[in-house]
């Protein structure tokens, strides 16, 4: 009985399983239709980044660099599984697979990785080159075509003429080396079902439609004000989706949801598309800053953040996360809006005072956010006036929103109501009229947020009505895929505003 040659098979089995992923790879993204490597390129990250951003701003290279990719992954992957010129094929995959693991090392600063996670050093296409750079050099090369000569008269390396006049004598020897055939038709079969049935594959590195606006569709450049000495864009970035805050009124697996989205890597590539976009600014929660801090230590990104404050949890002390938010290096400053809210509501208006005294001192501007317009009047009363106001703008209009009648100040944050008449975390801007009659008459920029009243609002109405009714600038939180359309949808609506009556600060 002959001896079963394990080396041949498990060599076979290695070469055949990396071959298999390359030719996937590329044949998901012929068959996509409209795929680009321009936004993997673009936010490549380590020290290499500046080389693939210039090949992903380039529309020359771009369309040699896309072709290469499809059609280079699909003759690779098809070389190495049926074993024709598999060496040849092994070495051009480990040039790819090195474009792609320094495009996102694992090490020097980059965030993002392939959809397996990365460990430090060692990943998927680290692997992958480590097996097929020692397939280059053990001698055994597995079943393949190869081993039938079919193109060459050559022999194959160390093989002697005996060899060779023996393998094509040998039927059994011959059908062993076709194997990869008939097992690439099956498996392929397969893939091809499955396409038919269930689309292109979205684990695959075929690009994903999911609606979103290329950055290559936007219509043109943010606008831009001044708060303070900082000009920013109309349109600002706001923190609460990738800080994992979601007003999504009884539905409990939202804030989930998000947090399990928008890991590090997703946050970083949102902001990264953002600035791509024209929005250099960013509205963020206060434990949102070590975030922001690594992501502009890393990428060198200029986007000006502002940063909320509140008295610190553990100790109260008003002071101390001022501080804090100093050495995290933001740009501006804000008093956060429920805290402004409880302040006032709590007869503590004299902190809020103290508190903005303090971020002046510090060279800072400093801005005044309110959910409840109350609040805000209460310290114009009281001769607070800060160097912007941030304010909920959004109007009523909405199925979610409870009655006018039932709408108390200050519930904003507070308790939810079972009654589907009051108050469950549905409605920001209680009373629209009375803000609008604030804002109209301030003497400052004010930034709108909570626009769409978290999601209930059409992006086209929110901002308008917003823009319309005296936001100099408005914050919305946004996904990677929204970017695009909502700074479309921005400049639509600057460039048809109509019936604004209170001049631009800012």
């Not at 040659?5 to 996937?24: M, Q, S």
């Not at 684990?203 to 000009?231: C, F, N, R, V, W």
């Not at 290096?329 to 709590?346: A, L």
């Not at 004299?350 to 609040?375: E, P």
Request: proline share 3%; net charge neutral.
């Amino acid at each position: 009985m002959k001896k079963v040659n394990w080396e041949k098979i498990i060599v076979t089995f290695l070469r055949c399983a990396i071959g298999w992923h390359l030719l996937y790879e590329g044949v998901s993204k012929l068959m996509a239709g409209n795929w680009s490597a321009a936004e993997y390129l673009s936010n490549a990250q380590g020290p290499f980044a500046v080389f693939y951003h210039w090949l992903a701003s380039a529309e020359g290279i771009m369309a040699v660099i896309d072709p290469l990719n499809m059609y280079g992954l699909t003759l690779i992957g098809l070389g190495l599984f049926v074993g024709l010129w598999a060496s040849y094929a092994a070495v051009a995959a480990i040039v790819l697979l090195a474009f792609y693991y320094f495009a996102y090392p694992p090490f020097g600063g980059s965030l993002m990785g392939s959809g397996e996670g990365n460990l430090y050093i060692v990943n998927k296409i680290f692997i992958e080159a480590l097996v097929l750079v020692t397939l280059l050099f053990v001698k055994e090369k597995g079943y393949g075509l190869y081993a039938l000569n079919l193109f060459s008269a050559k022999k194959p390396a160390g093989q002697t003429d005996q060899d060779n006049s023996s393998l094509f004598n040998s039927r059994r020897e011959a059908l062993k080396n076709l194997t990869t055939l008939p097992a690439l038709g099956i498996i392929g079969w397969g893939a091809f079902r499955d396409y038919q049935t269930f689309g292109i594959d979205a684990m695959s590195g075929a690009t994903i439609q999911i609606g979103a606006a290329d950055i290559s569709e936007l219509k043109g450049e943010l606008p831009k004000g001044k708060i303070g000495e900082h000009e920013i864009s109309r349109l600002v970035l706001g923190g609460n989706l990738i800080g994992g805050w979601a007003h999504s009124r009884d539905l409990i697996y939202v804030a989930s949801l998000f947090r399990a989205y928008n890991t590090e890597a997703k946050v970083f590539e949102t902001l990264m598309l953002a600035e791509k976009a024209g929005i250099d600014s960013i509205n963020i929660g206060f434990p949102s800053n070590p975030l922001l801090q690594k992501y502009k230590k890393i990428t060198g990104s200029k986007i000006k953040v502002i940063s909320q404050v509140a008295p610190d949890k553990e100790t109260g002390d008003c002071f101390v996360n001022i501080d804090k938010a100093i050495d995290y290096g933001v740009d501006i400053i804000q008093i956060q809006g429920n805290c402004c809210d409880w302040m006032v509501r709590d007869n503590k208006i004299d902190v809020i005072g103290k508190v903005m005294d303090k971020i002046r001192s510090q060279g800072y501007v400093a801005g005044l956010a309110a959910h409840t317009i109350d609040s805000l009047i209460a310290c114009e009363e009281q001769g607070i006036i800060p160097d912007y106001y941030m304010k909920t703008m959004h109007h009523d209009q909405y199925w979610s929103a409870h009655p006018k009648e039932n709408r108390v100040a200050f519930e904003v944050d507070g308790k939810n109501s079972p009654d589907h008449n009051k108050y469950h975390n549905n409605m920001f801007c209680l009373f629209p009229e009375r803000s609008i009659e604030f804002v109209e008459r301030a003497k400052v920029p004010v930034m709108g947020y909570k626009v769409l009243a978290a999601g209930a609002i059409n992006p086209k109405d929110g901002f308008n009505w917003a823009f319309k009714h005296g936001a100099d600038f408005i914050c919305v939180g946004m996904f990677d895929f929204q970017i695009v359309n909502d700074v479309n949808i921005t400049l639509d609506v600057l460039n048809k505003l109509k019936k604004r009556k209170r001049q631009w600060y800012g």
